[in-house]
Each structure stands twice: as structure tokens, then as C-alpha cells.
């Protein structure tokens, strides 16, 4: 280092302690962060490692997990909300992966769908013939492989984007889309069932190709462990906040019930306000809430967000999915391998 180095980063230091002796004075926290879900709980193990620890994290809810949520249902646990690890086995390790499958280890399946032609049924009872879906399977991934093309090559500014509808159309692929039952029922596979939307409101540019299996490969882990997925977010969290012997979270620095209402920023800091009218202060905040909370105007900021920051927050929509869980007093299904996904065509 040189001697103008040398002196900048002493320089720097004194500056950097006399910050922290303010703070320490003030008797706030450096860091806020809202949420204790996946990215609140991961934003947090991140300050920590950086040497950040002054931090206060506040979660609405009486849990940590956010959507990763179990609930109890006919004597077992059941996932609310997050259930397979997706992207694994490919060129880049998912880093959620081998904390489930080998520090954890949650029980988990592989969700196989690769004999999907030998599983689609009609409606008035019957399969369809393997020869004729394994056909539109093929034609629906030729399409799909141009829309890939197709995706490369727009603008990463997403001013050129169009809808799965749209590049469905484009490569010939019937005029409305997908019209024919077998046709519908692998476009639903495809795409409904993955962003849990139909193909018209769709975005090609950020879907195809799915940054996620892209990255990490294609195939998804379903968890089914009685510690639940959110056993991830609590091993995350023992990391850097004082946990119990059975891994509940003990740490004073995590505020559960917590429902923040306001959050006031300037130049000298932030000011978070919660329904019970408590007010926290510090230096930063981190937002880590669903984008669902921040459409909903929940949590009111003063000054109001700069406009391009509130269109990014509406230009996406909050898919939802409904799940369903069905108890039957006896197993009636056959041994051996079990078919994953049953669909059903409406006719033909």
C-alpha cells in the first residue's frame, strides 16, 4: 500500500469509529431489517459475516420462515407455502440444496415427470395413447426452444418482452395458442403450473429460460420432512442470532409481532414505526417483506418511494397457489413407483 493509501484508510478508520461510537451512543440499531423470512433471515447472515451485528430484524408474524410454513393437518405437518427445492443436479450448486439434502437432511423425493406421456388421462376415463402425447410433448418443446431463441435476443432493458401467448403465436403454434385438450393440458404443465399464471400474462424474457434451472439443472427435490422447509431458515438463522437447545430463536435483536406501519428515511437515518406505536431508528433499512405487502400500501414511506422504484414494485404481479390436501382412511394406490401428477384432458 502507499503512503496516500495508507493514510486514506486510516483516515476511512477514524471516521468508521467515530460512526460506530455515535451509534453506540444513540443506543440504536446500525441496521433494520423487516422480515424474517428466506431473504430477511439471509440479508441478516450476510451483515453479520461483513462484521455488521447491530441490527434489530422485525417480523409481523410470531414466526421466523416467512412463507416457509408448516401447519398440522390430520396428525402430520404439511407445507403452507414453500415445498420443493428447485434447480439441482445441474453445472452450478443450488446453495440451498446441500443444506437440505446433506446438513439437514430433510427427507426429500425427486418429483419425476419424465414418463408424463404415459400419464395424461382423458376425462370420460382412459389414457391417451403414448405415440400421440409423446408427439405434442415434442412439438410443444420445439416451440419452446424458439421462444428460448427468440428470449436472447431482446433488449435486457425488457422494453421488447412479450408474453408466452405472444411467442406461442409467433412460432406457429395455432393461432389462439394451445387449443386442443392434449395441447392445453401440457401448456397448463408447462407454464401454469410453474408461475401458477396462464401463458397470456406471462413474461418470455424472464421466464424462458427460468434463470433457476438454467443455473442449477432441472430437476426439483419435493420436501417432506416433519421439521418442515423451514428448518432451513431457523439453520440460517442459529448462525448469527442466539438460539435455544431445540433451535428456536432467542436472540433479542429479532422482534416477532411486529407489524411495521411507517418507515421515515433521510440523509441522517431511518426512523420505523410499528402498529403497537413502538419506534425503532438506525442508519440503514432493509425491506425484505413480499412484493405482495409492498403493492398493498401497508407499510406507508415517508417520503414516498421515487417513481421508479413503485413502478418496478407493480410492474409484477403475486401469483397465488392454492394447495389442497386430501386425507383417505386407507392407501388405495398401487405399490412401486406412483405417478406424481395425474392430468385431465377435457374430451377429445
Same mark, same amino acid.
Request: aromatic share 10%.
Given at each position: 500500500m502507499t503512503p496516500t493509501g495508507a493514510t486514506a484508510a486510516l483516515v476511512l478508520a477514524v471516521l468508521t469509529l467515530a460512526h460506530h461510537a455515535s451509534l453506540a451512543a444513540a443506543g440504536g440499531p446500525r441496521v433494520i431489517i423487516v422480515g424474517a423470512g428466506m431473504s430477511g433471515i439471509s440479508a441478516g447472515k450476510r451483515l453479520s459475516e461483513a462484521g455488521i451485528t447491530d441490527l434489530v430484524i422485525l417480523e409481523a408474524t410470531d414466526h421466523v420462515g416467512g412463507r416457509m410454513h408448516k401447519r398440522d393437518f390430520g396428525g402430520i405437518s404439511v407445507e403452507m407455502g414453500a415445498n420443493w427445492v428447485e434447480g439441482v443436479n445441474g453445472g452450478k450448486m443450488n446453495p440451498i440444496w446441500p443444506i437440505v439434502n446433506s446438513t439437514l437432511k430433510l427427507t426429500n423425493f425427486r418429483s419425476d415427470f419424465d414418463d408424463l406421456a404415459s400419464n395424461v388421462y382423458r376425462e370420460k376415463g382412459g389414457v391417451y395413447k403414448k405415440a400421440y402425447v409423446q408427439k405434442r410433448i415434442d412439438l410443444s418443446d420445439k416451440v419452446q426452444e424458439g421462444g428460448e431463441e427468440h428470449s436472447a435476443k &431482446?433488449?435486457?432493458?425488457?422494453?421488447?418482452?412479450?408474453?408466452?401467448?405472444?411467442?406461442? $403465436?409467433?412460432?406457429?403454434?395455432?393461432?389462439?395458442?394451445?387449443?386442443?385438450?392434449?395441447?392445453?393440458?401440457?401448456?397448463?404443465?408447462?407454464?401454469?403450473?410453474?408461475? +401458477? @399464471?396462464?401463458? $397470456?400474462?406471462?413474461? !418470455?424474457?424472464?421466464?424462458?429460460? &427460468?434463470?433457476?434451472?438454467?443455473?442449477?439443472? #432441472?430437476?426439483?427435490?419435493?420436501? +417432506?420432512?416433519? $421439521?418442515?422447509? @423451514?428448518?432451513?431458515?431457523?439453520?440460517?438463522?442459529?448462525?448469527? &442470532?442466539?438460539? #435455544?437447545?431445540?433451535?428456536?430463536?432467542?436472540?433479542? $435483536?429479532?422482534?416477532? /409481532?411486529?407489524?411495521?406501519? @411507517?418507515?421515515?428515511?433521510?440523509?441522517?437515518?431511518?426512523?420505523?414505526?410499528?402498529?403497537? /406505536?413502538?419506534?425503532?431508528?438506525?442508519?440503514?433499512?432493509?425491506?425484505?417483506?413480499?412484493?405482495?405487502? &409492498?403493492?398493498?400500501? !401497508?407499510?406507508?414511506?415517508?417520503?414516498?418511494?421515487?417513481?421508479w422504484k413503485v413502478l418496478s414494485i407493480y410492474q409484477f404481479d403475486m401469483a397465488v397457489y392454492t394447495k389442497i390436501f386430501v386425507k383417505f382412511p386407507k392407501k388405495f394406490w398401487p405399490e412401486g413407483k406412483v405417478l406424481m401428477e395425474l392430468l385431465r384432458g377435457s374430451g377429445v
Open positions: &431482446l433488449h435486457l432493458s425488457g422494453q421488447d418482452d412479450m408474453s408466452i401467448l405472444a411467442m406461442q $403465436r409467433l412460432n406457429d403454434h395455432l393461432p389462439n395458442g394451445p387449443s386442443a385438450a392434449v395441447d392445453m393440458i401440457l401448456d397448463y404443465f408447462k407454464y401454469d403450473y410453474e408461475f +401458477a @399464471e396462464p401463458p $397470456r400474462v406471462t413474461s !418470455l424474457q424472464n421466464t424462458i429460460p &427460468l434463470a433457476t434451472f438454467n443455473d442449477f439443472g #432441472d430437476d426439483v427435490y419435493f420436501v +417432506a420432512d416433519q $421439521r418442515g422447509y @423451514e428448518a432451513v431458515v431457523y439453520h440460517l438463522a442459529g448462525q448469527y &442470532l442466539k438460539a #435455544d437447545k431445540s433451535g428456536g430463536i432467542i436472540d433479542p $435483536r429479532l422482534q416477532l /409481532n411486529k407489524v411495521v406501519r @411507517e418507515i421515515s428515511y433521510s440523509g441522517s437515518g431511518v426512523r420505523v414505526e410499528t402498529e403497537d /406505536n413502538k419506534v425503532y431508528k438506525a442508519d440503514y433499512v432493509m425491506v425484505s417483506t413480499s412484493l405482495g405487502v &409492498l403493492q398493498s400500501d !401497508l407499510i406507508k414511506f415517508e417520503p414516498q418511494l421515487p417513481t
